[in-house]
């Protein structure tokens, strides 16, 4: 039994991690530099890149060179490693699952640690950057970006590993070249194959030219031969290529797409041994009989074959000479074919060296595609050629609607799955001479040339739309996605790469505007938008760091007794300059970015201090609701399970506090959802689902996750009237609600006879402008004060 957490993937993660022969490698300034960077930045004593073993933590830098290593039991990043997210725990104190970790509960007592995960090949967690002090900290948004830039420029030079070890390899092919120069020495006509040969592989002349050279040259210094070189397919079992300028066209013919066998002539036979094959009467030789026909015709009698091997020992391919007449090789024969079997392999190796380096410089590693960089290569190109021609071309920026939820959901496995088969998709919508790549995540390009008009792009628009909006069998799962796409035109729109980029990507933002899972094309409004937008993520950052927020209150009435029992807050922003600021235009701009979690954080603490004071002074069980975010349910280090925390800090009953909840937020159904709210339940705190009947859960979710309240949506309040649907249906929910012990908030209330309505029908609690609008906290302690009677004499310090 291990002693510790393991990653689910640890065998591969393993294997990964010592496929980079890396670990016990040493010093590297590169990583020390970034180390020292690291401690000096966060004014830490301790900053390590981390790698985790088997069984122990081994640092390939350290600002503390005499710790070398630590057994993985005691290891912090060993946590770290077990998510995709940045590892912050601020006090290690409050973290029980380190308690029993030595660096904290002895010398040097860690307190604070903070590790960004090293991800290889996008799954595998090899180890971390990570900095450590023995005082505990606050960790800001800010700090985390700081120490996983760093982590990424670990990361590149661990990546680069790869790299070396095909430059290593290349570097020993022209290892193996001086020393076969050495050998040809011995025989002035092969040394004179192998300079020429040399001399092309050292100008990256193309491979079959340089396997013809060979072929030519053995032939020219010895006229009575006829050389032949056979390329297996990738498979390994079939003869794709054949090389023999001077054999007959039907000959080379015939022996292109062989299947190799042992006893298929001397070249079938010597592929698939991985030796020598010397047959010196080809009439007389079994290997031949099925093929006596072709040999007669083109007057062959003899076949010495040798296979082409690479450095690895796999076989890819054959030299063979072959003789016009029965003969036995001499020895300086064996060397020949054996040398220039070996000039074709390293011609060969250098030629799929030359491929790995640039398809890892060009091409992304997951789906295949060209990467960024060979994208704006093929742009740059395509917008040369429409200039020159005085015609169009398109962009399509194309980004998967969700795709985070899915990786977050069902697993990086699955969300691999997903672009490797969006890649394919992309690639049948559209033509042979059109451009698709992908930049990175979930988003890719499309480059549409030759066009001349557009209404041929939103052909093409729509049939993307259509393909990836098909749902994917992925790892025995369905799954449904869709896309968003923004198009722009060279040169109506912009005439450089950089700009038709940028409004392809703001076009592809007002596709989503529109409910996603569409096209959209660029226009000027959405250059302001794009920057409007910006500064206002902007000013959100300077709202929260200067405090420009203030909360409201609407109270939530008792409709059996008409007093003030709950209230719902709400947030407001004035801002200095621009005025009042709609919630509908900052809350998405909020959650997008993340800042939602701090907003809702400082929102928290504000009503955990009014609530102390209204209880113990007004009414002593007063409830304030919270609207929650789904962004706080899915981050991983600022969860919204640390309101716990802070509310037993305050000494606040937890029946104070209600979560509103939204209906999409319990479709995700997962475990990490149920978890948190299964938290707040268990300590006292009520969930509340909002805006209930308007969004696409099902009642068979109540089920799944327990809940205090439904609040009924307006929309069905303000419309209801005796007899009526809406009617119908605020009954139904009731009566579905009180059998499932669950109590209701209707929202909306403005008249009397909406009040007296839901009376009738039996509704718990009321919400709406009837009863009172939205009001600063000093107007809803006098309306509580009012309203209110039972007063408490205790002397409480007003907030």
Known sequence: MQKYPVPDNEIERLATLRSLDILDTPPDERFDRITRIAAAVFD??????????????????????????????????????????????????????????????????????????????????????????????????????????????????????????????????EKILLQVAQQLKENERINSIRNETLERIVNSQ??????????????????????????????????????????????????????????????????????????????????????????????????????????????????????????????????????????????????????????????????????????????????????????????????????????????????????????????????????????????????????????????????????????????????????????????????????????????????KAQGRNGYHYFTESMREHAHNRVQLIADIRTAIEKKQFHLVFQPIVDLKTGEIAKAETLIRWQHPEKGAISPFDFIPLAEETGLIIDISNWIFQQVVQHLSYWRKTYCSNLQISINTSPVQYRDGENSISQWLFWLQKSKLSPEAIAIEITENLLMESENYVADKLAKFRHAGISISIDDFGTGYSSFSYLKSFQTDYLKIDKSFVQNMSLDSQDMVLCEAIIVMAKKLNIQVIAEGIETEEQKRLLQKIGCDYAQGYLFSRPIPADEFEALLSQKNTHQHSTSVKKP
């Open 44 to 173: 830490v004593d301790c900053a390590f890149v981390s790698l985790v073993d088997a069984d122990r933590q081994w640092f390939k830098s350290s600002t503390l060179p005499s710790i070398k290593e630590t057994p993985r039991a005691d290891s912090i990043c060993n946590h770290a490693i077990l998510g995709y997210a940045p590892y912050i725990v601020e006090d290690t104190l409050l973290e029980p699952s380190l308690h029993n970790i030595e660096l904290v509960s002895s010398e040097p007592h860690v307190r604070f640690y903070a590790g960004i995960p090293l991800t290889v090949k996008g799954q595998y967690n090899v180890g971390t950057l990570c900095i450590l002090d023995t005082k505990p900290r606050k960790f800001s948004k800010k700090d985390i970006k700081v120490l996983t830039d760093l982590a990424t420029i670990v990361l590149s030079a661990i990546n680069a590993t790869e790299l070396r070890k095909t430059t290593a390899q290349l570097y020993e092919s």
């Open 206 to 511: 193309p491979l079959t030219n340089i396997l013809e050279s060979i072929i030519k040259s053995v032939e020219l210094e010895y006229p009575k031969m006829k050389c032949s070189i056979l390329l297996l397919d990738k498979s390994g079992q079939y003869f794709e290529q054949a090389i023999g300028p001077s054999l007959p066209d039907f000959y080379n013919q015939a022996i292109k797409g062989l299947e190799i066998n042992y006893g298929v002539g001397s070249c079938g036979t010597a592929a698939f041994i991985g030796e020598r094959v010397v047959i010196e009467d080809i009439a007389a030789h079994p290997f031949w009989a099925a093929f006596t026909d072709l040999t007669n015709k083109a007057s062959l009698a003899a076949c010495w074959s040798e296979p082409i091997i690479n450095s690895k020992s796999q076989v890819l391919g054959t030299f063979g000479i072959y003789h016009h007449e029965v003969c036995k090789p001499s020895a300086s024969d064996y060397k020949l074919i054996e040398q220039s079997a070996h000039l074709a392999s390293i011609a060969i190796e250098r030629e799929q060296t030359n491929d790995i380096i640039k398809r890892q410089a060009n091409y992304d590693s997951l789906t295949k595609l060209p990467n960024r960089s060979m994208m704006r290569e093929h742009l740059n190109m395509a917008i040369h050629n429409a200039h020159r021609h005085q015609q169009k071309l398109a962009v399509i920026f194309i980004d998967l609607d969700h795709f985070k939820d899915v990786n977050d959901t069902l697993g990086h496995d699955i969300g691999d799955a997903l672009l490797i088969e969006t890649a394919k998709r992309l690639k049948l919508a559209i033509r042979e001479n059109d451009i698709v790549a992908r930049l990175g995540g979930d988003e890719f390009v499309i480059i549409l040339v030759d066009i001349d008009d557009v209404y041929g792009v939103e052909l093409v628009a729509e049939q993307l739309i259509k393909k990836l909006s098909k749902p994917y069998q992925l790892m025995q799962k369905v799954v449904h996605s869709s896309a968003s796409l923004g198009i722009t035109i060279f040169p109506d729109d912009a005439s450089d790469i950089d700009s038709l980029l940028k409004n392809a990507d703001q076009a592809m933002y007002g596709a």
